[in-house]
């Protein structure tokens, strides 16, 4: 122990790059893990649609109209607290939110689990990637 306490003592700036890069990766790490619980792919949400989730659309009503998941219901980021809709749903009902990128849809489901929906995710990559597996839209 002496010897890793004087090794330390000699490279001051070695021993301080060392734990500044775990700090880093600790950090990203984390960060990373706190996205991914609130994130889900597209093959895992319909699995969670076929066993009935809600699914959540916080685009505007005009790309709404334009192509939807089947079933999803627009309701804006702004009315999610306030939405009647949601007040009857049981806070553990599993909610998917979709947007076009995954951005906005992230920040919903953030809202909704502060509000108690504990069974609230994102769509990864939002619509973009819903597409991009060639999985349905309805207008």
């Not at 880093?24 to 790490?29: D, P, R, W």
């Not at 093959?43 to 334009?66: F, H, P, T």
């Not at 049981?90 to 920040?107: I, W």
């Not at 609230?120 to 839209?137: D, M, N, Y």
Request: charged share 20%; hydrophobic share 45%; with cysteine.
């Amino acid at each position: 122990m002496a010897q890793l306490a004087e090794f330390a003592g000699n490279h001051l700036l070695l021993v301080t790059g060392l734990f500044a890069s775990w700090s880093i990766v600790m950090v990203y790490e984390l960060r990373l893990k706190a996205l991914s619980v609130n994130n889900v792919t597209t093959a895992d949400s319909v699995r969670l649609i076929n066993k009935g989730a809600m699914i959540i659309d916080v685009r505007s009503q005009e790309a709404y109209k334009s192509g939807h998941i089947v079933n999803a219901r627009n309701i804006a980021i702004a009315e999610l607290e306030a939405s009647k809709e949601l007040a009857k749903k049981p806070r553990n009902k599993t909610l998917l939110v979709v947007c076009d990128d995954g951005a906005r849809s992230g920040k919903a489901a953030t809202v909704l689990r502060s509000a108690g929906f504990e069974n609230a995710f994102s769509i990864k990559g939002g619509l973009r990637s819903w597409q991009a597996e060639s999985l349905p839209l309805i207008k």
